[in-house]
Structures are given as C-alpha cells and as structure tokens.
C-alpha cells in the first residue's frame, strides 16, 4: 500500500533554509505524480508544487509565491521526494505535506492527490 512519510520541518528565521524530505513506498515511482501542499491556520489548502518523473524527462511546476525560491527534485534510488526551501518568509508558516497519485503522463496528472503523507510543520519568525 502507498505509504508517505515527511520529515525536515522546523523553526527558521526569515531568509533562512529548509529541506523538506518524503520517504515513499509501496508503488511504482515512474506511475505516479508528487507534490507538496500547504496549509496554513485559517487558510485552505494550496499546492506548491508537483513533479513527475517520465525516463530521463522530469517535468515541474510550482506555486506562483514560491518560484525562484523552492525547487522540488526526487531521487527513485532513495525513494525519496525533496522540497528544498530558500530565502523563507513568515507567509511560508504552514503545514507541508507530501501527497501522490497516480498517472500514466504528465498530461493527465490529476489536480487532486489521493494518497497523503500526515504533514511536517514549517515555522517562520520575522
């Protein structure tokens, strides 16, 4: 069964750094898309990115407050997913998590995720 697992959360300053990391199990790799969402009290939930991996071709997007600061990679011999977070600001404050789907391309990758990992929380203090 398809199991997430995020760690790397934490409490920085603002401009500081986080790496984020989700462990994955249970599925193909190459079958499925990733990403990471957060959500922040009081707000909804919001995508920040999502990859998806097809042979020697990786395809990603991301969240329009967060380009030019995040990049999200992901390493199959790791099995791992990685959201690598620069240049923080407090309006980054939220829970980030790892989430997944499955799909045959990059065209057809769903908007909504069905398998979640339970969230690593991220603290940004100005």
């Known amino acids: 069964q398809v199991q997430l697992v995020e760690s790397g959360g934490g409490s920085v300053q603002t401009g500081g750094s986080l790496r984020l990391s989700c462990v994955y199990s249970g599925y193909t790799v190459s079958t499925y898309c990733m990403g990471w969402f957060r959500q922040a009290p009081g707000k909804e939930r919001e995508e920040v990115a999502r990859i998806y991996r097809d042979g020697a071709i990786t395809y990603a997007s991301y969240a329009d407050s967060v380009k030019g600061r995040f990049t999200i990679s992901k390493d199959n011999a790791k099995n791992t997913l990685y959201l690598q977070m620069n240049s923080l600001k407090p309006e980054d404050t939220a829970m980030y998590y790892c989430?997944?789907?499955?799909?045959?391309?990059?065209?057809?990758?769903?908007?909504?995720?069905?398998?979640w990992g339970k969230g690593t929380l991220v603290t940004i203090s100005s």
């Open positions: 989430a997944a789907s499955y799909s045959s391309g990059w065209s057809t990758c769903p908007r909504d995720m069905n398998y």
